[in-house]
């Protein structure tokens, strides 16, 4: 039987740098709301909050990968 290899690609390839720091900003303002809503007690599941910390951490790495591999290419 023949294994079949899944081919991923990373955020980085598919999308560029300036529409990976637009996410980011959406993603900064989401979180900023988020923090308000936890503070008022509006926020139903403040786990929203740690999720969209660690997407902001991955969107952060894919911007610096990005520009390395430019920096790189350029070199």
Known sequence: ?????????KAS??????????DLITKTT??????RGNAAGE??????????RKEIARLNFAI???????AKENA
């Open 64 to 70: 610096r990968a990005g520009e390395i591999s430019t």
């Open 1 to 9: 039987m023949a294994t079949v290899k899944k081919t991923t690609k």
């Open 13 to 22: 390839e598919v999308k560029t740098i300036a529409d990976l720091r637009t």
């Open 43 to 52: 926020l139903t599941n403040p786990h929203t909050i740690t999720v969209i």
């Open 30 to 35: 989401d979180l900023l709301q988020a923090k």
